[in-house]
């Protein structure tokens, strides 16, 4: 059976919107700044039905302390969890119900604002507050049926996210409440390159609103499923080109834990052992002046080495689990001991805890506990595929976050009261644009150009064609020499325009930008005279050369660059020399 055939994808798309937060006016604007700081300790709640989500149960055995960063220019006491949240903001509403025209789904009679529990520290409040707006839909340009529209504020940005502290994680709460929309589809994908293309075109719709854009703006989670597998969501999916190779990889993971639940089934773990006394003379770095401890694992020498897709065997996927519970990992005897200088240490272990050759080894130092995580992982698998979250990583693969949320985390927000959607005009397609933009434009600029985050740039300085090119090709020309544009240089741009193009318009704005003194344009009389002269000037040079206009063109252009267009001065030239012929 192909992959195309058995595997199920749904997509959760989330947007921020380009407004002021959600609940309060303060400003979405990041900075790594702050003003004070403070902590807080957070513990599971039941839900509306009474039920403990597994989710946050996981990150209160965590037992982790979470300091926040604060500046006062981008957060208030609403972030702070120290005062009520404020009216729902009406624009980034206005904007979730423009999606939700496109999406031709159906809002709802009223809105109601949740509470969804979130105690990864992320929400200073230990919820986040989500609001349906819609359900039903179809993505513009496939069969892909939406499932739901929601509005959202988005969480805290980590500080040391990627260096995770077994007992502390810091936030900065600038980004804690900036609007969101998430988009979610129903399972209808069956490809990689066709959840990729779905992606995209929920992308380009979202691109036609008042929406943030750069690196980490929209993000895309990616739910897959396989028949004798489970649902699991991936998260974090930055580059769209990388989808197809993650749906890839997730879906022979699933395969190779259902073909392996069985051995698995066969083997036990032992209990911890404390095995310190072995290693007081030890040259592992690993292990050196720690407690160690050791469990073996009946019957299971090669399981930990076991495949699941390229660049990932059991044993990682077994280590991604210790570490999202806040350890660094364990060592077994699957790998290449050697490494780790434990040849002596190794033998006086197994003789210890009565190894047999048919045994795998594992162990950690400072605790036991990552041991008895790689046992309760163990347990898990048994029963082949979990429902898990996890993380989209650089290479396609992904790693586990924690056990996948249930409907046990979400309960009604009593400081909001409803509010009843309200009519807006149908927002312009991206189909739509492009037309429009082909009219003024080059078809390649247009293309560029209609989904581009300059777009409101370019209309609001007066849609003039030769600003195609400047926003298309210029603007990330000087961008990348490190040259940064804002809207002053491009007014004044506007301003000096007299019909440049290609590498004299492109000189003309870096000259604006770098602030030099800019010459003010010539008539095509004060060209001429020029012209003129140099030619009466380069008489020999024309007579002894054959094509004269070609060395005699790089002095003219750097008497008049930026002050007249190129093709007129090589038309002047060209005549000029005509007459001397």
Known sequence: MSVAEEVKIGLEIHQQLDTCKLFCNCPTELTDTHDFTFTR?????????????????????????????????????????????????????????????????????????????LIDGSAVSGFQRTALVATGGVVPGTKVRVDSICLEEDSSRPVNGEHLSQSERVFNVDRLGTPLIEVATLPDITSGEQAREVALKIGEALRMLKVKRGLGTIRQDINISIPDGARVEIKGVQDLSLIPKLVEFEVNRQKRLFILSERIRQTSPGKPLEVTGIFTKTDSKIFKGQKVFAMTFSSATGLFAEPMHPGKHLGRELAEYVRAHGFRGFVHTDEDMTKYKLESELEAVKKIMGCRQTDLLALSAGSAEPLNLVAERLSQLVSGVTEDTRKCELDGSSSFLRPLPTGARMYPETDIPPIKPFRVPMPETPEQRLVRLKKVLPEQLALK??????????CELGGHPFLGEVFTEHLPALRRRGLEVNRSHLEQLVHLYKGQKGGALLDLLQKVVKGEEMKSQV?????????????????????????????????????????????????ILKEELEKVN
């Open 523 to 571: 008539s095509d009389e004060v060209v001429r005279q020029f012209v003129k002269s140099l030619v009466h000037q380069k008489q020999d040079f024309i007579k002894n050369t054959p094509s004269p206009e070609k060395g005699l063109m790089g002095l003219v252009m750097q008497e008049f660059r930026g002050r007249f267009p190129g093709q007129q001065l090589l038309a």
């Open 41 to 117: 300790f957070f513990r599971p709640t039941h839900s509306e039905l009474g039920g403990l989500d597994r989710a946050a149960l996981q990150e209160f055995r965590k037992g982790r302390k979470v300091v926040y960063h604060a500046n006062l220019a981008s957060s208030c006491a609403v972030e702070w969890d120290e005062e009520p949240p404020h009216p729902l903001n009406t624009k980034a509403l206005e904007i979730a119900l423009q999606f939700t025209r496109m999406m031709a789904s159906t809002p709802v009679d009223e809105i109601q604002v949740m509470r969804k529990i």
């Open 449 to 458: 150009l209609h989904i581009s985050p300059d777009y409101n740039l370019f």
